[in-house]
């Protein structure tokens, strides 16, 4: 019986973890995508029929795929976290620093998003392309960190 109740938490375990890895790809994929978007819309002319897709388009990718996927990475990996009590794990600590500035930057560009929709243009074209390349830095940082625990 203790052994078929060891393979049933593992097998849970195994669940959770996929479910993090699953929604860690469509987080990180949205992630990509919105200020490529942003970009796109910057460039058409404020009020047009173009602007008002944009804007549409990228609610739907905020409201539908990369908000609730946050949510659900953060559900999964707290609760492997707690699992495994990892809290004064070196790897562990490093990791959910760079998730919290991860988190930080979905928000802003959330924000970004509904000020866009307002017809502000408040960071060039350029800026955007630079900060679209911290959530790849991140990702680089991450699953070194997860996999190769270095610390
Ligand atoms: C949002 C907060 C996050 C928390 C609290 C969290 C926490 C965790 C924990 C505790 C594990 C299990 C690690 C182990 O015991 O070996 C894990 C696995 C993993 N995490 Fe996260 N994570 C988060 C976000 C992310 C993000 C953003 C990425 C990728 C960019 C990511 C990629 C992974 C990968 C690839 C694994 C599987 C590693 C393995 O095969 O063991 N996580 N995460």
Known sequence: MIYDLEAALSLTYAWIKAGHVIFVIFWIAGLFMLPRYY???QEAAPGSAEEKA???RER???TIIITPAMI???LFGLSMAWINQLWLVGWFQLKFLIVLLL???HGWMVGYGRRLARGERPVSGRALR???EIPGIAVVLIVILVIVKPF
Do not use: A, D, P, T
Request: aromatic share 22%; charged share 15%.
């Open 130 to 132: 630079l900060m679209n």
């Open 72 to 74: 659900l990475v953060w």
């Open 60 to 62: 739907k990718l905020r």
């Open 39 to 41: 970009i796109y819309h």
């Open 103 to 105: 988190s930080g930057y």
């Open 54 to 56: 944009w804007i549409e």
